[in-house]
């Protein structure tokens, strides 16, 4: 199972314990499913209804707010798909759920930022930006199935449904409408051929509240030397020029440029206290703690900003010379 639990870029609105799908049966490719909310509201709002429906994805996005949040963890399942007793592996088959907030199909009165059919390359490029380190680190084969419109992608046999033996075997990007045993038919006319273009070149994209972000060479950092030893504890950091992190293996996210803040610790925007960290320059560098649990990110205007176990102590930008 890969090391990949949580995507840095994503807001955390953790289902609470014991109420996802269980463990994913390591005996199943990797897949990733689409669905939608067939409704409007936050992702806040979305994990309210989770609470109360129990049907939990792994993830929900806002197209439309360009918000993404992540509920459970990728080596759980979420509990979106009908399992029907005795029959095919669903929520377990190594399914990778997400919750678009919109509708598969237009009608009045809704927004066209918020109907798959009708939302911009910019909103798709979005997605696919977002969830991209899926592909190459659960892994994720970069295909898909052909997305029928809705309704005709409704029914059981509704012509782009897999079979059980096709969904055991594929690995790739599909929708509610071809998972075995369901009857749904969202997200409808999904533009997936976009979708998994953007998965390519968006370089990974971090979150944002204005459309997709321009990716810059990553400056990469090991974890503290004294965890090399452990072949499982290996792991690193990506930095972009903005200044957001990334985290990778045993390397730990303990926040960067664009994250929400409390007591020196990445938390939920919403919660009270919560500050936003915004770096006053392009970062110029990344340096790890000696213990592994933090870093400094440097500004090429001089300033040093601290995350996780790391002490401020002086920067150049405190000097007059």
């Not at 992540?70 to 399992?83: C, M, V």
């Not at 996780?308 to 405190?318: F, I, R, S, T």
Request: net charge negative; aromatic share 10%.
């Amino acid at each position: 199972m890969s090391s990949l639990e949580w995507l840095p870029s994503a807001q955390r609105l953790p289902a609470p314990p014991g109420v996802d799908g269980g463990a994913q049966d390591p005996r199943y490719p990797r897949r990733l499913v689409l669905h939608t909310t067939e409704g409007a509201g936050t992702v806040e709002d979305l994990a309210r209804y989770y609470q109360q429906s129990t049907f939990w994805p792994n993830l929900t996005a806002d197209v439309s707010g360009r918000v993404l949040a992540q509920h459970i963890p990728f080596s759980r399942a979420g509990r979106a798909l009908t399992n029907a007793a005795g029959g095919e592996e669903t929520n377990r088959a190594g399914a990778v759920q997400v919750e678009i907030i919109g509708w598969s199909a237009d009608a009045p009165r809704r927004p066209a930022s918020m109907v798959m059919p009708l939302l911009s390359d910019a909103q798709v490029d979005w997605l696919g930006g977002q969830l991209a380190p899926l592909f190459d680190m659960l892994p994720i084969a970069r295909r898909a199935l052909s997305f029928a419109p809705y309704p005709a992608s409704y029914g059981l046999h509704n012509g782009v449904r897999m079979s059980g033996q096709q969904w055991r075997e594929f690995s790739g990007v599909c929708g509610h409408q071809h998972v075995p045993e369901n009857d749904h038919g969202d997200p409808g006319a999904f533009d997936v051929a976009r979708f998994l273009e953007a998965t390519k070149t968006s370089g990974h994209a971090p979150p944002s509240s204005g459309g997709p972000m321009d990716w810059h060479a990553p400056i990469t950092k090991p974890v503290a030397d004294a965890d090399r030893d452990d072949p499982h504890a290996q792991g690193y950091w990506c930095v972009n020029t903005k200044g957001e992190v990334f985290a990778f293996g045993a390397a730990q996210y303990h926040g960067g440029h664009g994250s929400w803040m409390k007591n020196g610790k990445p938390i939920p925007k919403q919660e009270p206290g919560a500050k936003q960290v915004i770096l006053n320059g392009p970062c110029a560098g990344l340096a790890p703690t000696p213990s592994g649990e933090g870093y400094w990110l440097l500004t090429e205007k001089g300033s040093i900003y601290t995350f996780g176990d790391a002490a401020y102590l002086e920067a150049p930008a405190d000097r007059n010379t």
